[in-house]
């Protein structure tokens, strides 16, 4: 039988994109790293994760890696255009529920 309290995930290298890019998208505000790579693969790499929006939105612009502040700002703008689209769509589609006498709940 497994004692699943002393299981581990195993010890897995980790590249120094990925960790940063882990570390901006989910620690907290306080651990999150100061400086990164001016390597490219830093931003493909948050790019495919999906998590340039979220790491341009929580890192300051300084500590961003220089090479790819404006991909990781221009994601963020993206993003943002994107939920601003979908809210008018949704005022949009309740307003003539509304007038229809439609419940609609979101």
């Known amino acids: 039988m497994i004692d699943l309290t002393t299981l581990e995930p195993p010890?897995?290298?980790?590249?120094?994109?990925?960790?940063w890019v882990l570390q901006c998208a989910f620690s907290t505000p306080a651990a999150l790293p100061s400086g990164a790579d001016s390597d490219a693969?830093?931003?493909?790499?948050?790019?495919?994760?999906g998590l340039a929006e979220r790491i341009a939105s929580r890192v300051a612009n300084?500590?961003?890696p220089a090479?790819?502040?404006?991909?990781?700002?221009?994601?963020?703008?993206r993003s943002t255009a994107t939920?601003?689209?979908?809210?008018?769509v949704a005022r949009e589609l309740s307003t003539i529920a509304g007038k229809a006498r439609i419940p609609l709940s979101f």
Request: glycine share 2%.
């Open 11 to 19: 010890k897995t290298p980790l590249s120094p994109s990925l960790l």
């Open 41 to 49: 693969s830093t931003w493909h790499l948050a790019e495919r994760l």
């Open 62 to 64: 300084n500590d961003l």
């Open 67 to 77: 090479a790819s502040r404006d991909r990781f700002h221009h994601a963020l703008v």
């Open 83 to 88: 939920a601003l689209m979908y809210e008018g």
